[in-house]
């Protein structure tokens, strides 16, 4: 379903709300994710990992097979105690999961939707399908290799995402 009319605009998230941390595209690798997860944690948000994340497998260099990613980012749009999904990285093979996705739940839900890199497939998809607005910015999965003051700047843009 398309929705023609109105945009519309994310809830915002508030401190002490649990968001869903999924995987709908490339393997995570669990040291730099680690890192994101903590930085969920100090701008006062509870993350919860969707199962793609919680299995650290890989499939044809995907977090999973194409099923469970649809699943995961459905579970996370429809689950009434998650107010934001956060994916975890990009990669690719984001595009895959676009025809299966709840689009009339992900309007309804106007749960905040954050991702970068191949994961723009997946803000455009919501946009058109949805009428959802999404954000492209900073996923949890942050590179360490850049040193300390790359940490920070990469912590700084992913907080200030945050602070919807």
Not at 6 to 22: E, F, L, T
Not at 66 to 71: A, F, I, K, P, S
Not at 101 to 119: A, N, Q, V
Not at 131 to 146: A, R, Y
């Amino acid at each position: 379903m398309i929705f023609t009319n109105m945009y519309v605009s994310p809830k915002k998230i508030k401190r002490g709300s649990r968001v869903a941390v999924v995987a709908p595209a490339s393997l995570i690798h669990q040291d730099q994710l680690r890192e994101g997860i903590d930085i969920i944690k100090e701008a006062g948000l509870v993350p919860i990992l969707g199962p793609c994340v919680s299995n650290l497998k890989s499939f044809n260099a995907h977090s999973a097979p194409l099923e469970d990613r649809v699943n995961e980012l459905n579970w996370a749009f429809k689950s009434p105690e998650i107010s934001a999904v956060i994916c975890a990285l990009g990669g690719m093979g984001s595009a895959a999961v676009l025809p299966y996705l709840d689009y009339e739940t992900i309007r309804k839900s106007r749960k905040p939707f954050l991702g970068r890199s191949d994961i723009s497939a997946l803000n455009a998809g919501i946009l058109k399908h949805a009428g959802l607005i999404t954000f492209n910015c900073q996923t949890p999965s942050i590179k360490l290799d850049g040193g300390e003051s790359f940490r920070v700047n990469q912590s700084e843009s992913f907080v200030k995402t945050l602070e919807l």
